[in-house]
C-alpha cells in the first residue's frame, strides 16, 4: 500500500478544524506525517498544537518525532500497526519507495525463519535510516541496487540467496523449495531483471541464483551468471545435491 494522499479541497477553516477532519477520514492503522496533512507553512506551529491535543485525547498517537498514526479499536483493544506500516514514512518519500525491510525481519514475515529479531534492518541506496520504534532499534544496509515499488520483491528474493546459511533455524529444504517455487512464478521479464540485479550481489548470491535457475530449467542463459564467477571459488551454503541437483555445477557445497 502506498503513502496516503489527502484531498486538500475546501479545507478554508480553523487549523484544530482541518486536521481534525483530514484524520476522522483517515482508515485505522495507517501511519502519517506532517507534510501529508493540508497545511501551510505557516500552519505548522498551530499544527503541532493540534496535534497534541488529538494526542491527549487519544484520537492518534506517536511513533516517533513527526510520525503519527490513528489507533485500530477491535473488541480486544487497540491495535498498533503492522510493523511495515509503522516504517513507512522511513521507506518512502512521498509516494516513491526507497527502502524495503530485510534481514531475520524480513525472512520471519515470509516463514523462514521463527526468530523474531531485536532489531530491524531496512535496505536503502539512498537514504540513511536509523529511528527506533518502542524498544526495537531500526538500521539501514546499503542496497546494492536503487530500490522501487517495481522491483522491491525481487531485492528481497537476492537477500535470501544472500543470507542463506545466515537466517536462523532455517529449513533448507523447505527454503530451496520456497525460493524454486517464488522463481518458477517469475514472469520472464523479471527473471532478466533478477539475473541483471544478481550481478550487483556477492559471488555465492550469483552461484546459487545460478544453480535454482538450472533446477526448473528455464530458457534463460545463464552463462553470465557463470562468467562472473571464479570457476576455482566453492561457494559454502550448507547445500548439497540431495537438496538441490545442481549445486555441483555450481561450486557449491
Known amino acids: 500500500m502506498l503513502p496516503i494522499k489527502l484531498?486538500?479541497?475546501?479545507?478554508?477553516?480553523?487549523?484544530?478544524?482541518?486536521?481534525s477532519k483530514q484524520i476522522n477520514k483517515m482508515p485505522a492503522g495507517i501511519t502519517f506525517k506532517y507534510q501529508q496533512l493540508c497545511i501551510s507553512n505557516n500552519e505548522y506551529g498551530a499544527a503541532a498544537k493540534a496535534i497534541e491535543r488529538l494526542i491527549a485525547k487519544k484520537i492518534i498517537k506517536r511513533i516517533s518525532t513527526g510520525v503519527f498514526y490513528k489507533p485500530k479499536k477491535t473488541l480486544f483493544g487497540e491495535l498498533k500497526p503492522r510493523e511495515e506500516e509503522l516504517l513507512r514514512p522511513y521507506m518512502f518519500i512521498g509516494d516513491k519507495r526507497i527502502a524495503y525491510i530485510t534481514g531475520t525481519a524480513l525472512y520471519?514475515?515470509?516463514?523462514?525463519?521463527?526468530?523474531?529479531?531485536k532489531d530491524i534492518k531496512v535496505s536503502s541506496k539512498v537514504k540513511e535510516i536509523r529511528t527506533q520504534i518502542g524498544n526495537v532499534k531500526v538500521r539501514r544496509v546499503k542496497s546494492y541496487i536503487d530500490v522501487t515499488n517495481d522491483n522491491f520483491y525481487l531485492l528481497e528474493i537476492l537477500d535470501v540467496l544472500k543470507d542463506f546459511k545466515k537466517i536462523p533455524n532455517l529449513?533448507?529444504?523447505?527454503?530451496?523449495?520456497?525460493?524454486?517455487?517464488?522463481?518458477?512464478?517469475?514472469?520472464?521479464?523479471?527473471?532478466?531483471?533478477?539475473?541483471?540485479?544478481?550481478?550487483?550481489?556477492?559471488p555465492r548470491t550469483r552461484a546459487f541464483l545460478g544453480a535454482l535457475l538450472e533446477k526448473i530449467k528455464t530458457e534463460l542463459d545463464t552463462n553470465q551468471l557463470k562468467?562472473?564467477?571464479?570457476?576455482?571459488?566453492?561457494?559454502?551454503?550448507?547445500?548439497?545435491?540431495?537438496?538441490?541437483?545442481?549445486?555441483?555445477?555450481?561450486?557449491?557445497?
Open 108 to 117: 520471519n514475515r515470509i516463514g523462514l525463519t521463527t526468530q523474531v529479531p
Open 171 to 202: 529449513d533448507k529444504v523447505m527454503a530451496v523449495s520456497y525460493l524454486l517455487n517464488f522463481i518458477k512464478g517469475l514472469k520472464q521479464k523479471d527473471l532478466l531483471r533478477l539475473i541483471r540485479y544478481a550481478l550487483k550481489y556477492p
Open 227 to 253: 562468467q562472473s564467477l571464479n570457476s576455482l571459488t566453492v561457494y559454502d551454503l550448507g547445500i548439497d545435491k540431495q537438496i538441490l541437483s545442481t549445486v555441483p555445477e555450481w561450486n557449491i557445497k
Open 7 to 19: 484531498g486538500c479541497n475546501n479545507l478554508k477553516m480553523k487549523i484544530t478544524e482541518k486536521i
